[in-house]
C-alpha cells in the first residue's frame, strides 16, 4: 500500500521570484492573509502575489470551491483534484490531493488503486467520481448526459455535482499555473 506517509510531500520550485516578505508591499502583505490553507504562505503563493488582486480573486474562489462547508465531502473534492492533475500532468498537486485524500479518508485505498493504475479497484463511487474528473480533463466538452447520470447512480445530487465540477475544473486552472511558473521535485 502506498501511504501518506510514504506519498511525500514534493517541492515546488518557481521560474519567477517569488516576492520577499521583507520587500512586499502593503496590498502584496494583505493579499498574502488570504491563503488556501490559512496557516503557510509558501513560494507559490509568493510568485502569484506580484498580482495581489488577482491573487486575492483566485484564492477567494479557490477557498470557496475546495474548503467550503456543505455539498460535496471534502475526500470527494479531493478526488476530483487529484483525478484532474493526474490527467493534467501536474505530480506536484497530484501527491498533494492524493495525500490530502488519504488524510481525510483515514485510508490509502483509492490512491493505491490510482497510483497502481488499477481504477478498477475502486468503489463504485469513487469509480464514478474518477472516472468523471479524468474525462472532464481529458476534453471537457465531451462531458455527457450520461456522466451525469453516473455519477446520480452512486447517490450524488446536484449540489454535489456541481460542487465536484467546480473542484476538477479549477485544477485545471490551478494545474497549468503551477506548471507555467515553476516545477515540482522531491528535493532530492
Not at 73 to 87: F, H, K, N, Q, T
Not at 90 to 119: G, Q, S, W
Request: hydrophobic fraction near 45%; aromatic fraction near 6%.
Amino acid at each position: 500500500m502506498i501511504s501518506s506517509v510514504r506519498l511525500k510531500p514534493l517541492n515546488w520550485h518557481p521560474h519567477i521570484a517569488p516576492v520577499e516578505l521583507s520587500e512586499a508591499t502593503p496590498e502584496q502583505l494583505e493579499a498574502m492573509k488570504v491563503t488556501p490553507s490559512a496557516k503557510k504562505v509558501s513560494e507559490y503563493v509568493r510568485t502569484l502575489v506580484h498580482d495581489p488582486e488577482s491573487y486575492v480573486a483566485r484564492t477567494v474562489l479557490f477557498n470557496a470551491i475546495m474548503y467550503v462547508d456543505g455539498g460535496l465531502a471534502r475526500p470527494d473534492r479531493e478526488l476530483g483534484a487529484l483525478g484532474a492533475s493526474i490527467v493534467n500532468g501536474c505530480i506536484f498537486c497530484a501527491v498533494t490531493h492524493a495525500r490530502r485524500h488519504a488524510e481525510l479518508t483515514k485510508n490509502d485505498d483509492v490512491v493505491t488503486a490510482l497510483y497502481l493504475d488499477k481504477p478498477e479497484e475502486l468503489g463504485p463511487r469513487d469509480a464514478a467520481i474518477y472516472r468523471f474528473a479524468r474525462r472532464l480533463s481529458v476534453t471537457p466538452s465531451e462531458a455527457a448526459p450520461e456522466d451525469i447520470a453516473s455519477l446520480r447512480s452512486v447517490g450524488m445530487d446536484d449540489v454535489e455535482i456541481i460542487d465536484l465540477i467546480h473542484a476538477i475544473s479549477i485544477f485545471g486552472w490551478a494545474n497549468r499555473l503551477m506548471h507555467v511558473l515553476g516545477h515540482a521535485d522531491s528535493g532530492k
